[in-house]
């Protein structure tokens, strides 16, 4: 399957959707740049990777979809890279609005404010309903061109780690440590990525990078998330400058005894919650149970679908099964007392029977002399 047959793919099981809800266009809509921590829903459908500050896509159920962008200096890239043939600055949105009959579904309703809302809804004359879980029922299993992009992906994401293990030092701040990983992967073809990068003896949490210097002893953790073809995939890793205190080996330990759980226990079928469970039980086995929780640790991963979160995490309530090509991310990842924060964590594809990991990156410790 090439790119304009998924394309043509998508847009023919959207409007499935849409018969099956009595729903006569839809309006797919994205603020600001295209973006892992959230839903990436005109992307996914037009194959465009937005870097205005609004764009909406038009669907009608029989003619051909609409996309209206800004700003109108981006529209030329719009009509060359996506497969919508027609483009349209934002602002021709408002006139095609009143002229919409029938039942309108809204996709991407957390992303707008509140005013944008109140005048579609002005405009349209009465309010759209949410129809976001037809593209994130969608988006959760993956295709065969999908899933090539996502190994790809992960390749770059194994080079990343390998340029930040080959290149890191003591001395560097932590900005310069992300800049490694990111310019290897923007190198081999990465569109966008996702990067917190820190270093310390005892860190707190991830963030994003500062102008910390790294020391020998420091613990470096990560999580680099890059993108191809729309699609993110991320990958945890915990590195150490200099010979690592035996207490980090000892903890680390865990949280790879935890990956390895977690990894038996996302078996095709079973609930996204069993994932969750067989990491918890690990940490709650060593004493760690309170750490199991807020603010410590949220989730012990998530859904990869056109974005960060489809088709959920991978926490204790989430009975959603897990089905072939769905995709996650699942990382153990946790503070401990004694050591501060470390990372470990995989993309997953779910196969007839089990989890396959698409990284090859080792899942040790990785010290640097």
């Not at 990777?49 to 609409?66: K, N, R």
């Not at 037809?134 to 194994?158: F, P, V």
């Not at 594809?349 to 899942?363: C, D, F, I, P, R």
Request: charged letters at 25%; aromatic letters at 8%.
């Amino acid at each position: 399957m090439d790119a304009q047959q998924e394309f043509d793919r998508r847009l023919s099981r959207v409007r499935q959707s849409m018969r099956d809800k009595g729903l006569q266009t839809l309006l797919v809509y994205e603020g600001g740049r295209h973006n892992f921590l959230r839903m990436n829903y005109v992307a996914y459908l037009t194959d465009f990777i937005s870097v205005g500050p609004e764009t909406m896509l038009v669907v009608p159920l029989e003619d051909a979809p609409v996309l209206y962008l800004s700003p109108l200096w981006d529209i030329p890239r719009a009509q060359e890279e996506s497969f919508v043939r027609e483009v349209r600055p934002f602002k021709e949105f408002w006139s095609r609005l009143p002229g919409v009959s029938g039942n309108v579904g809204l996709i991407g309703r957390e992303a707008m404010s509140v005013g944008l809302h109140e005048q579609i809804t002005k405009t349209l004359g009465r309010t759209a309903v949410n129809a976001k879980d037809i593209i994130e029922n969608m988006a959760g299993s993956k295709t065969s061109l999908e899933l090539e992009r996502l190994r790809r992906a992960a390749e770059i994401a194994d080079a990343g780690v390998k340029a930040l293990h080959d290149d890191a030092r003591p001395g560097l701040k932590e900005y310069e440590l992300a800049a490694i990983g990111e310019y290897r992967m923007r190198s081999l073809g990465a569109e966008d990525n996702f990067g917190m990068v820190v270093a310390n003896h005892h860190n707190q949490a991830l963030h994003p990078p500062t102008d910390r210097v790294t020391q020998k002893g420091d613990i470096i953790i990560g999580e680099i998330t890059p993108c191809i073809g729309g699609l993110f995939v991320q990958i945890c890793r915990t590195m150490v400058l200099g010979e690592p205190a035996p207490v980090v080996r000892e903890k680390y330990a865990i949280l790879k005894k935890a990956m390895g759980l977690g990894m038996e226990a996302a078996t095709t079928g079973a609930p996204a919650s069993a994932v969750a469970a067989a990491i918890n039980d690990t940490f709650i086995e060593y004493g760690y149970e309170q750490y199991c929780r807020p603010p410590f640790m949220r989730v012990r991963g998530h859904g990869l679908g056109c974005g960060s979160f489809a088709p959920g995490s991978l926490d204790d309530a989430n009975q959603t099964s897990l089905e072939e090509g769905m995709t996650y991310i699942i990382h153990p990842n946790q503070y401990l007392p004694e050591t501060g924060y470390l990372t470990l964590g995989d993309t997953v594809v779910m196969t007839k029977t089990k989890a396959e990991s698409l990284m090859k990156s080792s899942w040790e410790l990785f010290i640097k002399e």
